[in-house]
């Protein structure tokens, strides 16, 4: 009875520990890392709160700078190498730089993220809070929750002993929301980050649809377009005619319609966000203004527009432009027209490479009993710093935290999105570190 008592219970045992998914591929040093996150998850939420009630809008040169000083303690902590790299020159604070050299030979690891928001100093307040499950604050998913969900998971292969053979790279920019100018200068340091590393990661927003996590491994670039048309100015009386012509506004709405029938096919967004016109228009530089001058009884001489367009791929960039100045350069009579980009943002179009590492991250979340994450598709994904680096390396999108309501007031985090994306990003970054470099 005795030997049929132990059999019981060592088959219940079993069982219990079969069902047990978290456990059930980590090795001894990633379930040390995931108990680590768990553990740490309180500590991470109050450095959160910092992080978020010190405004740092772009534009905000000493709130960058601050929220860069904390987050810069943290990683020395770590037993990083820290830089702070001045970006005066791009109108901006500048960039947070953090390497931790590992084993010789081993894979390199970009990991990227940004420091600042785009709610500026003028604002409608909006300090940390927590309300059950979630949390809100300005910018507290895009970008400062992704910032925390890094840390805490550095914080976990510190504890496990993973950190110290990984080799590591850190560029967290201070001006992802609005790029510093000339662009070249603001993302020198991104594009050479990206070119020693074998593998990036985002660490923007968690991408999920219908309560489930999604895997990203691509993002559509960010264009911008700025559209003038001219006319003859006159009486409204001579609108149409040979003489007169269509006048500059009307034009303007042609080219635009004909952008509307014209321009559309597959993973290609584009939109119309100012217009203008009369006998005088103008846009302020940053394209978010406008003046315009006229009466009902004049032809418009002046017609101007601004918007932007998004691709997947740097071939459909170029062909997407080639459409717009072909369709611009087929003016009516008596106006005239032209039309100006600013490639602001590169497309990351999607590789094998990165799928790749998307199906090594399921493996992650298969050890640690998570549902796997479907690809998502790259419409549902803005502009972002690692298509900067595209060109160079393979790597996948969105390691920050779940939530709501990014570039809106009231933004929010699922709070239980730290640990998971902790979890996944430290063993993944552990995983990966032992690999061999293949540069």
């Given at each position: 009875?005795?030997?049929?008592?132990?059999?019981i219970a060592a088959t219940a045992l079993a069982c219990i520990v079969a069902a047990a998914p978290a456990a059930a591929g980590l090795s001894p040093a990633e379930a040390k890392m995931a108990a680590a996150?768990?553990?740490?998850?309180?500590?991470?939420?109050?450095?959160?709160?910092?992080?978020?009630?010190?405004?740092?809008?772009?534009?905000?040169?000493?709130?960058?700078?601050?929220?860069?000083?904390?987050?810069?303690?943290?990683?020395?902590?770590?037993?990083?190498?820290?830089?702070?790299?001045?970006?005066?020159?791009?109108?901006?604070?500048?960039?947070?730089?953090?390497?931790?050299?590992?084993?010789?030979?081993?894979?390199?690891?970009?990991?990227?993220?940004?420091?600042?928001?785009?709610?500026?100093?003028?604002?409608?307040?909006?300090?940390?809070?927590?309300?059950?499950?979630?949390?809100?604050?300005?910018?507290?998913?895009?970008?400062?929750?992704?910032?925390?969900?890094?840390?805490?998971?550095?914080?976990?292969?510190?504890?496990?002993?993973?950190?110290?053979?990984?080799?590591?790279?850190?560029?967290?920019?201070?001006?992802?929301?609005?790029?510093?100018?000339?662009?070249?200068?603001?993302?020198?340091?991104?594009?050479?980050?990206?070119?020693?590393?074998?593998?990036?990661?985002?660490?923007?927003?968690?991408?999920?649809?219908?309560?489930?996590?999604?895997?990203?491994?691509?993002?559509?670039?960010?264009?911008?377009?700025?559209?003038?048309?001219?006319?003859?100015?006159?009486?409204?009386?001579?609108?149409?005619?040979?003489?007169?012509?269509?006048?500059?506004?009307?034009?303007?709405?042609?080219?635009?319609?004909?952008?509307?029938?014209?321009?559309?096919?597959?993973?290609?967004?584009?939109?119309?966000?100012?217009?203008?016109?009369?006998?005088?228009?103008?846009?302020?530089?940053?394209?978010?203004?406008?003046?315009?001058?006229?009466?009902?009884?004049?032809?418009?001489?002046?017609?101007?527009?601004?918007?932007?367009?998004?691709?997947?791929?740097?071939?459909?960039?170029?062909?997407?432009?080639?459409?717009?100045?072909?369709?611009?350069?087929?003016?009516?009579?008596?106006?005239?027209?032209?039309?100006?980009?600013?490639?602001?943002?590169?497309?990351?179009?999607?590789?094998?490479?990165?799928?790749?590492?998307?199906?090594?991250?399921?493996?992650?979340?298969?050890?640690?009993?998570?549902?796997?994450?479907?690809?998502?598709?790259?419409?549902?994904?803005?502009?972002?710093?690692?298509?900067?680096?595209?060109?160079?390396?393979?790597?996948?999108?969105?390691?920050?935290?779940?939530?709501?309501?990014?570039?809106?007031?009231?933004?929010?985090?699922?709070?239980?999105?730290?640990?998971?994306?902790?979890?996944?990003?430290?063993?993944?970054?552990?995983?990966?570190?032992?690999?061999?470099?293949?540069?």
């Amino acid at each position: 009875m005795q030997n049929r008592a132990l059999l019981i219970a060592a088959t219940a045992l079993a069982c219990i520990v079969a069902a047990a998914p978290a456990a059930a591929g980590l090795s001894p040093a990633e379930a040390k890392m995931a108990a680590a996150v768990d553990s740490g998850q309180e500590d991470a939420l109050a450095l959160l709160a910092r992080l978020v009630n010190q405004n740092s809008g772009s534009l905000n040169i000493d709130g960058v700078t601050k929220v860069g000083v904390m987050v810069r303690a943290e990683l020395e902590a770590l037993g990083l190498q820290t830089r702070w790299v001045p970006m005066q020159a791009t109108g901006r604070a500048g960039h947070l730089i953090a390497t931790n050299a590992g084993r010789k030979g081993d894979k390199q690891i970009l990991l990227i993220g940004h420091l600042d928001t785009v709610f500026e100093p003028d604002a409608p307040a909006d300090p940390f809070h927590r309300d059950g499950d979630m949390a809100g604050g300005q910018g507290i998913g895009d970008d400062k929750g992704g910032v925390v969900v890094m840390l805490l998971a550095l914080k976990a292969m510190k504890t496990a002993g993973t950190l110290k053979a990984t080799n590591l790279e850190i560029v967290l920019t201070g001006d992802e929301e609005r790029v510093g100018s000339p662009i070249e200068v603001a993302r020198a340091d991104l594009v050479a980050a990206g070119k020693r590393a074998d593998v990036a990661l985002d660490f923007e927003g968690l991408a999920q649809e219908g309560g489930k996590d999604m895997g990203s491994i691509a993002r559509r670039s960010g264009n911008s377009w700025r559209l003038q048309t001219s006319g003859k100015g006159g009486h409204s009386s001579g609108i149409f005619s040979a003489n007169a012509g269509d006048g500059a506004i009307f034009e303007l709405a042609r080219i635009i319609a004909v952008f509307r029938t014209q321009l559309p096919e597959p993973n290609l967004t584009f939109n119309v966000g100012l217009v203008a016109g009369g006998a005088t228009a103008a846009l302020d530089n940053d394209g978010v203004r406008a003046t315009a001058a006229g009466k009902s009884n004049i032809i418009p001489a002046v017609g101007l527009a601004y918007g932007d367009f998004r691709t997947l791929s740097q071939e459909q960039t170029d062909r997407v432009r080639a459409k717009m100045q072909a369709i611009v350069a087929r003016h009516a009579p008596r106006t005239d027209a032209s039309i100006e980009f600013s490639e602001n943002y590169p497309p990351m179009a999607p590789t094998p490479g990165s799928r790749a590492y998307l199906a090594k991250l399921n493996m992650v979340n298969r050890d640690l009993g998570l549902a796997e994450m479907a690809e998502l598709d790259p419409l549902k994904r803005g502009a972002g710093d690692i298509a900067f680096v595209a060109k160079d390396v393979d790597g996948l999108v969105g390691l920050g935290t779940g939530g709501k309501g990014a570039h809106a007031p009231g933004e929010t985090i699922e709070i239980a999105s730290i640990a998971r994306q902790a979890k996944r990003a430290a063993i993944l970054m552990s995983r990966l570190g032992a690999e061999k470099s293949l540069k």
